[in-house]
């Protein structure tokens, strides 16, 4: 399955070196929705004076479904209370805990500017 995940080009740069992500709260997005992944990636770069960049993951399946069946990965929809874009609009939020079981599903990382 094919995720993207929104941050700037020296995050992207770093996770793509290391291959891995960092043990923090990861939030990532579906294939149909990297206009979201680029949207988070321009907000992050606008924070930290940066370039926008999108990690693109492709990862197993069955890692995924052992996420989700565990409660290690869940969906999240934005609210009202969120920017208009976003509204209607879902992503999945993985704990910083179960990082590492998407490290270990991961069969490629890249990324590209936003």
Request: hydrophobic share 40%; proline share 4%.
């Amino acid at each position: 399955m094919i995720l993207y995940h929104g941050t700037t080009v020296p995050r992207a740069q770093t996770i793509c070196a290391q291959q891995k992500f960092a043990p923090y709260k990861t939030f990532l997005v579906s294939g149909d929705n990297i206009d979201l992944a680029r949207w988070f990636a321009e907000r992050a770069a606008s924070r930290e004076r940066a370039t926008p960049a999108v990690v693109k993951l492709d990862v197993e399946e069955d890692g995924l479904n052992f996420m989700r069946r565990n409660g290690l990965m869940t969906l999240s929809q934005f609210s009202d209370g969120d920017n208009p874009r976003l509204i209607g609009r879902n992503q999945w939020v993985i704990e910083a805990g179960a990082v590492d079981y998407l490290n270990r599903a991961l069969n490629d990382i890249s990324w590209d500017f936003a």
